[in-house]
């Protein structure tokens, strides 16, 4: 999973070249432009969050025990509610030392989330002042 995520990762960095290269000539192309990085960083979003949610695999027993070494604390998942039933953030451990979210999963989609909705909110704003400044000059 972790390589899909870099692989998407590096399609997305390509097609943002090309667009750089090709560059947005006019006013508006920008609202197209901003929707379109909108949809790539929503979907890395997406990605991260389905790459946190199966983290421990279908068996977290056995992952903790096979694949971290480590072992696995019922009672303390129960107390604390990291056994994975959240939806964000994401938290999923075998005990109060180790968690199979890596770390770096929850801010990414923060990070990620926050991108999409500004880029939405700017074309949005974008494009509403084209239409306002579009009536404002036909009516003179």
């Known amino acids: 999973m972790f390589l899909l995520v870099f692989a998407a990762l590096g399609l997305a960095i390509l097609a943002g070249l090309l667009m750089l290269r090709r560059r947005v000539r006019s006013r508006h192309e ?18 991260v969050w389905g790459f ?3 983290a421990g695999g279908l068996d977290v027993r056995e992952t903790c025990e096979l694949t971290h070494h480590t072992t696995y604390d019922q009672a ?5 509610g990291a056994d994975g039933t959240s939806y964000f953030p994401l938290a999923n451990a075998c005990n109060e030392h180790i968690s199979l979210v890596p ?3 929850n801010p990414t989609i923060v990070v990620l989330a926050v991108f999409a909705f500004g ?4 074309a949005l704003f974008r494009i509403a002042y084209a239409i306002f400044h579009r009536k404002e000059l036909v009516s003179s």
């Open 76 to 80: 303390w998942r129960d107390r604390t």
């Open 52 to 54: 946190g949610v199966f």
């Open 103 to 105: 770390a770096w999963v």
């Open 119 to 122: 880029a939405l909110a700017l």
């Open 30 to 47: 920008q609202p197209i432009a901003l929707v379109g990085a909108a949809v790539i960083a929503g979907g890395f979003a997406v990605m």
